[in-house]
C-alpha cells in the first residue's frame, strides 16, 4: 500500500469537490446565465468544465488505484504527469495574464496533489 498515493487520491477528491460545489457555484452558473456570449463558445466552456470534473475525478480514482495496488504504478504516474501538468498550467496562466496567484489558487491544491504523487514515485 502507497500512502502517499492514497493521500494524493484524498487531495484530487477533494479538489473535484471544490471544483464541481464551488467552481459549479461560482463559475459555471454565471458562465450559463451570461447573455453577452455566443451560445458555441458558452457551452463548449460550459462542457470542457465537465470535462475537468469528469477528470479530477479520474485522477482521484487513478491515485486510489495506485495506492491499493502495487502492479498499477503506471496510475500513479499519470496522475503525478496530471498534476504537475495542472499545477504549471496555472503558473503559467496566473502570470501570463497578471492575475492574483489568491484569486486563481488552483496552483497550489496542484501542487500538493503532485508532491504527493512525487513521494509516491519515489517509494
Known amino acids: ?5 492514497l493521500s ?4 484530487t477528491a477533494v479538489i473535484c ?13 454565471p458562465l450559463l446565465k451570461a447573455r453577452d456570449l455566443h451560445e458555441v463558445p458558452k457551452y463548449t466552456n460550459y462542457y470542457c468544465w465537465h470535462m475537468v470534473s469528469i477528470m479530477l475525478a479520474v485522477m482521484s480514482g487513478a491515485y486510489l488505484w495506485a495506492g491499493l495496488r502495487a502492479d ?11 498534476s504537475v501538468a495542472f499545477c ?3 503558473l503559467v496562466l496566473v502570470t501570463w495574464k497578471k492575475q492574483s ?5 488552483q ?7 503532485a508532491a504527493l504523487g512525487g513521494l509516491g514515485l519515489a517509494l
Do not use: D, Q
Not at 500500500?1 to 498515493?5: K, S
Not at 496552483?107 to 496533489?113: D, G, P, R
Open 1 to 5: 500500500m502507497n500512502t502517499y498515493f
Open 8 to 11: 494524493g487520491s484524498a487531495v
Open 17 to 29: 469537490f471544490i471544483h464541481c460545489w464551488f467552481g459549479g457555484k461560482f463559475v459555471a452558473e
Open 72 to 82: 498499477a504504478m503506471e496510475l500513479g504516474v499519470l496522475a503525478f504527469a496530471l
Open 88 to 90: 504549471v498550467w496555472s
Open 101 to 105: 496567484f489568491r484569486e486563481l489558487p
Open 107 to 113: 496552483w497550489s491544491l496542484f501542487a500538493v496533489a
